[in-house]
């Protein structure tokens, strides 16, 4: 028989699925944090990952991957990570054997996250995977289908989901408090200089859309609570010497169900942060939408949305890991991120057809 250590690490699909008469004491979790994995040491995992998981109650910071052997030292001493939980993107395979580790969180540049994801699910560790997902819809799905096979399930790290004002949001999308949306305006860009080189190169998944514009595109389907029915989209760049195979800045407006619109941009050359949601009886946004803290509004009616200071990866990294606990459901699985990239496939097709309509 399984472990109760194993048995609850593949709860999340097996559990669902069990008829097996076991013992009810059999399904108490064993312990009470996951174990997570860091996979890639860059700016974010060190700046706001791992610091986040220091402050977490559902998980903790146990391993890490990486292909920069001069960065394992400080993590050791600063995170306490034992020897044996530090791997390389050759062994990582060997997490499949280290009970240590439940989680592995995969923060590498976009164009190697399908890569490493369904290397992941291979080790029967559950997947988490920051945004965007991937860089085509049909790696999102080898991602998905591989989890699947695998046992384990994948969560894709779209903190604003689990911020308090931008929940506000989706709440009203079904209320509609100010009676029927009409149309949005969804922004988010900034003047990159220098610019990471992973963002400049096609290949690993750079480019303004990828990296920024899924924070407009998933506030446009989340405000309205509705999929965009149609798209039209046109690139730019203004610094061609730097954005040589990717574009810039990214204009792209959505059709949805109803007659709503959004008006979207995102920009490596443009400061921007705002989400407006105008209704028939009124209007609300939050400004700045999609910042690490501050998120805030207000609505046609004098409401202010005030900024709730809790660390957002700290809660996003908590909520899935209660969900994997619990064997509830994530807030934003691996198919919320598909249909983000499965709609920035269209867009692309659009820039490159001078801005044609394009039916999704």
């Known amino acids: 028989m399984k472990s109760r250590r194993t048995f609850i690490k593949?709860?999340?699909?097996?559990?669902?699925?069990?008829?097996?008469?076991?013992?009810?004491?059999l399904l108490n979790r064993p312990k009470e944090k996951l174990g997570v994995a860091l996979v890639g040491l860059g700016n974010y995992s060190t700046g706001q990952l791992a610091p986040a998981?220091?402050?977490?109650?559902?998980?903790?910071?146990?391993?890490?991957?990486?292909?920069?052997?001069?960065?394992?030292?400080?993590?050791?001493r600063q995170y306490d990570i034992s020897e044996k939980n530090v791997y390389n993107y050759e062994n990582m395979d060997d997490i499949s054997n280290n009970d240590d580790i439940d989680v592995i969180y995969i923060v590498l540049p976009i164009g190697m996250h399908a890569e490493y994801a369904i290397k992941a699910a291979e080790t029967g560790k559950h997947v988490w995977c920051e945004k965007a997902m991937a860089?085509?819809?049909?790696?999102?799905?080898?991602?998905?289908?591989?989890?699947?096979?695998?046992?384990?399930?994948?969560?894709i790290g779209y903190r604003m989901q689990h911020e308090q004002n931008t929940q506000k949001?989706?709440?009203?999308?079904?209320t509609r408090p100010f009676g029927p949306i009409?149309?949005?305006?969804?922004?988010?860009?900034?003047?990159?200089?220098p610019m990471q080189e992973w963002k400049t190169k096609k290949d690993l998944g750079g480019g303004a859309i990828l990296d920024m514009g899924v924070y407009p595109l998933n506030a446009a389907r989340y405000a309205t609570g509705m999929e965009p029915i149609a798209v039209s989209a046109r690139a730019s760049t203004n610094r061609p010497e730097v954005f040589k195979n990717v574009e810039e800045t990214m204009e792209f407006n959505l059709e949805f169900p109803e007659g709503v619109t959004a008006n979207c941009k995102t920009s490596f050359g443009e400061s921007m942060n705002r989400l407006e949601i105008n209704c028939k009886k009124g209007w609300y946004y939050l400004e700045p939408f999609q910042s690490y803290n501050n998120v805030g509004g207000k609505t046609s009616n004098g409401t202010k949305l005030k900024p709730w200071n809790k660390n957002q990866q700290a809660v996003q990294m908590d909520d899935d890991a209660k969900a994997i606990l619990n064997n509830t459901a994530l807030m934003v699985p691996g198919e919320e991120g598909l249909r983000d990239i499965a709609i920035i496939d269209k867009i692309y097709e659009s820039a490159a057809?001078?801005?044609k309509r394009i039916r999704l």
């Open 353 to 355: 057809n001078n801005g």
């Open 10 to 25: 593949k709860s999340g699909l097996l559990l669902a699925a069990s008829t097996l008469p076991f013992p009810n004491i």
């Open 135 to 155: 860089t085509t819809a049909l790696e999102c799905r080898n991602m998905i289908d591989a989890c699947e096979k695998n046992g384990v399930t994948m969560a």
């Open 182 to 193: 009409e149309n949005l305006k969804v922004h988010a860009g900034y003047y990159g200089s």
């Open 53 to 76: 998981l220091q402050e977490t109650e559902y998980c903790e910071l146990k391993g890490i991957v990486t292909g920069s052997p001069e960065k394992i030292p400080k993590w050791q």
């Open 169 to 174: 949001i989706m709440e009203w999308a079904k």
